[in-house]
Every structure is written in C-alpha cells, then in structure tokens.
C-alpha cells in the first residue's frame, strides 16, 4: 500500500482547508491543529504552523503506507535509505513512521495507515475526479526518480529533463523535475 499525503505547513489553517473543500477535497481527520483532506486520488495533511515561521507556507513530501517495518525492508533491499523512526521526535505525533532519505540528503515521512481504499470516484458525484498531484524539485532527478521507483511508486510517464510521473497504487501522483535544491510544490488536478 502506498498513497500520497504531502503535509501542508500553514499559520492560516482554517483559510487553507476552506481552499481544499472548495476544490472538492473532503476532511477525513481533523484534530484542529492537524487535519487530512481526501480526494479521489491522494490526501493532503494540513498542519498549523507559526506566522512567519520558515515553515509557514511550505509543503513536505509525504505517504501513507500500511506497514512501515515492511516498507522500510523493502525500500531498504531496493536500493534507498529508509529507518523507522518515532514522529514525535520529528514535528508531529503519529506514532512511529517510516523517513526515507534520498542521496542528497532530502527526507520525508510514510506514515502508517489502516486506509486500504484504491483512487476512484464516486459516480453519484457531479464533480471530476480528483488527485493530489506532488512535485518533487531536485538537482538530482535521476535520483528522485530512483528513490519513488524503489518504495514503490509506478512510472506514469518520463517528462523532459530527466523528469517523470509516477503514480502511487492506492492515490496521488509524484512527479519529479530539476531544481537548484530540493523542494515540493503541492497541486489538486482534475480529470477521468
């Protein structure tokens, strides 16, 4: 199991999910600082951050994945950097979690999840169907693009540069793109 849910940092929370409901996203968790927005395709967390901190404003890379001790075997056989470690020490509260480290040294969280749901729309909605869509800026790409293939992301498509998209089997797209640093810019598309 792997799905997308990249964390948004934002000292106007309330302002932000009202943004994600108006795109069609539904919150699934809300424990006020922290809250998860569900597509069809991916979620998208949403945690408080102080105004005019560094982090205000700023989206991480992040997962949802069943088993974090497996996917951090299985990550770790396939060639990237992966440990389990206790969230809490990091920025949130979620238990132990999975932080997968690329060559250059960027990290992000898969988190455990009991949420098994494929990506799929409900017919009896009028609106298309939604997907989080993340993109990873790397100097790197040909790194980035290893590091998705190995925790199990599937090649979508190459883009040029060196880019690709990949998609993650229960929800959400990745896609990678050169960068002076390492960086993710968070996005909601739509279509069939």
């Known amino acids: 199991m ?9 000292s106007r929370i309330d302002e932000f999910a009202a943004e994600l409901e108006t795109q069609g996203l539904r919150c699934v968790e809300n424990h006020g600082s922290w809250r998860v927005y569900d597509s069809d395709s991916g979620k998208v967390g949403v945690h408080t951050a102080e105004a005019g901190s560094a982090e205000d404003g700023t989206t991480e890379l992040g997962f949802e994945v069943r088993d974090c001790e497996i996917f951090v075997r ?6 990237t950097q ?3 470690v206790e969230s809490s020490l990091i920025k949130s509260a979620h238990g132990i979690t999975a932080r997968i480290t690329a060559p ?3 990290t992000f969280l898969a988190d455990p999840s009991t949420d098994l749901r494929l990506p799929g729309a409900d ?7 939604l997907a989080v869509t993340v993109t990873w800026r790397s100097p790197d790409v040909a790194a980035a693009n290893k590091v998705l ?8 498509a190459e883009r040029p540069g060196g880019g690709a998209l990949f998609r993650a089997k229960n ?6 793109a050169a960068g002076a640093a390492s960086g993710v810019e968070l996005e909601i598309t739509t279509g069939d």
């Open 2 to 10: 792997l799905r997308v849910r990249p964390v948004h940092y934002t």
């Open 74 to 79: 299985r990550t770790l056989e396939d060639g």
């Open 82 to 84: 992966a440990e389990l």
């Open 104 to 106: 250059d040294g960027f």
């Open 123 to 129: 017919p009896l909605l009028d609106h298309p169907r």
């Open 149 to 156: 293939t190995d925790i199990g992301a599937r090649l979508v």
């Open 171 to 176: 929800g959400g797209f990745v896609a990678t």
